[in-house]
Nanobody, 124 residues
């Protein structure tokens, strides 16, 4: 069983930056492909970014490409999402997810473990 706990969310002005983190329990974090998803009120959950277990492969939704960066530190059992040039439409609950495959990609069904999320609010 893997537990994921997100942190670092908050309120930021449009154009600003924020880095959110996801800490994982257990000693097998390095074997999991990880991803970030978000859900805004009244909307479906959507894919944001994914990273392979080694950190070599990353993939982004078109809406965040060039602005967001996913990374991981396997020694610290943590995955990060650096968010720059934030827009009001980025406002959402951001959740991290982990899957036993080397790389989960954009499909939420590839991920078995989910955190509860951290709220990111971008004011205009």
């Amino acid at each position: 069983q893997v537990q994921l706990v997100e942190s670092g969310g908050g309120l930021v002005q449009a154009g600003g930056s924020l880095r959110i983190s996801c800490a994982a329990s257990g000693r097998t974090f390095s074997s999991y492909g990880m991803g970030w998803f978000r859900q805004a009120p009244g909307k479906e959950r959507e894919f944001v970014a994914a990273i392979s277990r080694s950190g070599v492969t990353t993939y982004y939704a078109d809406s965040v490409k060039g602005r967001f960066t996913i990374s991981r530190d396997n020694a610290k059992n943590t995955v990060y999402l650096q968010m720059n040039s934030l827009k009001p439409e980025d406002t959402a609950l951001y959740s991290c997810a982990g899957g036993s495959s080397a790389y989960g990609g954009a499909y939420s069904g590839n991920y078995s473990y989910w955190g509860r999320g951290t709220q990111v609010t971008v004011s205009s």
